[in-house]
């Protein structure tokens, strides 16, 4: 079975850091590529941040300069380091984990809550 559940969600002030975590089981994580998108109230999902199973990253140009996506292949554990947070950071952050083969595999998370409000 597989399981994607993201943790380090919460309530910060604008300027504030937070950092997510996203611990992946029943995967052979060291070969898919993962990610994390968010969705605020009334908007459709969008791409935030992923790296390649090869470590190469890429980003949303909201959130560059500002969020970091690394990964741990020893533990399983994608994460998102977010800085200099904004009032529009404010959304539903969910992992993703993705390979392509003969057939795609695609998994999500449930999803943390992260709200940036003073």
């Known amino acids: 079975q597989v399981q994607l559940v993201e943790s380090g969600g919460g309530l910060v002030q604008p300027g504030g850091s937070l950092r997510l975590s996203c611990a992946a089981s029943g995967i052979t994580f060291s070969i898919y590529d993962m990610g994390w998108y968010r969705q605020a109230p009334g908007k459709q999902r969008e791409l935030v941040a992923t790296i390649t199973r090869g470590g190469t990253t890429n980003y949303a140009d909201s959130v560059k300069g500002r969020f970091t996506i690394s990964r741990d292949n020893a533990k399983n554990t994608v994460y998102l380091q977010m800085n200099s947070l904004k009032p529009e950071d404010t959304a539903v952050y969910y992992c993703?984990?993705?390979?392509?083969?003969?057939?795609?595999?695609?998994?999500w998370g449930q999803g943390t809550q992260v709200t940036v409000s003073s």
């Open positions: 993703n984990a993705v390979i392509v083969l003969h057939v795609t595999k695609d998994y």
